[in-house]
T-cell receptor, first 112, second 113 residues
Framework: ELKVEQNPLFLSMQEGKNYTIYCNYS?????LYWYRQDPGKSLESLFV?????AVKQEGRLMASLDTKARLSTLHITAAVHDLSATYFC????????????FGTGTRLTIIP | AAGVIQSPRHLIKEKRETATLKCYPI?????VYWYQQGPGQDPQFLIS???????DKGSIPDRFSAQQFSDYHSELNMSSLELGDSALYFC????????????FGPGTRLLVL
């Protein structure tokens, strides 16, 4: 069974600081996705990573994928309050069914 | 741009009642996915349909059933509701079986009392 783990589960950081969220998964996959969710809201797609070494950047967020290590990172640069949300990574395995398996989520709180 | 539509947005039911959630995918999208998200939890895949046929099945209880209709909208039917069914239910759609390219609807919040 595919397991997707994120750490940390909770992250409280000050504005202007940098931090990284980690996503580890347990099976062969080169399809990894990052989503943002505000409380009680839907899931917003942030990044689609489809190959080893893929790096995507949007504003203060940058995501990367290392398929050999089965690891993806979401790096936050100079955090601002608007980035406060829960961030999920999700994986589709290379073999087996075509469904997203989500990580445990990281609840990020940016403190002014 | 048109998005995924879910109805109702909020639903309150009592134990052992039934509920039907509806999902209208983005126009021309032929694949629909259903997820359940409990409080403070990650979304759990329930079931998906491609071209009106069930394509994948996840952790969907036997009390739940779903189908996709000829106009591609989908309905999730939930019977003998339990307290633990209280959750946010998301529908997502994509063009083709591309789970990573799916767009999520706003969700239906179900509360079972």
């Amino acid at each position: 069974e595919l397991k997707v783990e994120q750490n940390p589960l909770f992250l409280s950081m000050q504005e202007g600081k940098n931090y990284t969220i980690y996503c580890n998964y347990s099976t062969t996959s080169d399809r990894l996705y990052w989503y943002r969710q505000d409380p009680g809201k839907s899931l917003e797609s942030l990044f689609v990573l489809l190959s080893n070494g893929a790096v995507k950047q949007e504003g203060r967020l940058m995501a990367s994928l290392d398929t050999k290590a089965r690891l993806s990172t979401l790096h936050i640069t100079a955090a601002v309050h608007d980035l406060s949300a829960t961030y999920f990574c999700a994986v589709v395995p290379n073999f087996g069914n075509e469904k997203l398996t989500f990580g445990t989520g990281t609840r990020l709180t940016i403190i002014p | 741009a048109a998005g995924v539509i879910q109805s109702p947005r909020h639903l309150i039911k009592e134990k052992r009642e039934t509920a039907t959630l509806k999902c209208y995918p983005i126009p021309r999208h032929d694949t629909v996915y259903w997820y359940q998200q409990g409080p403070g939890q990650d979304p759990q895949f329930l079931i998906s349909f491609y071209e009106k046929m069930q394509s994948d099945k996840g952790s969907i209880p036997d009390r739940f059933s779903a189908q996709q209709f000829s106009d591609y909208h989908s309905e999730l039917n939930m019977s003998s509701l339990e307290l633990g069914d209280s959750a946010l239910y998301f529908c997502a759609s994509s063009l083709g079986r591309q789970p990573g390219a799916q767009y999520f609807g706003p969700g239906t919040r179900l509360l079972v009392l």
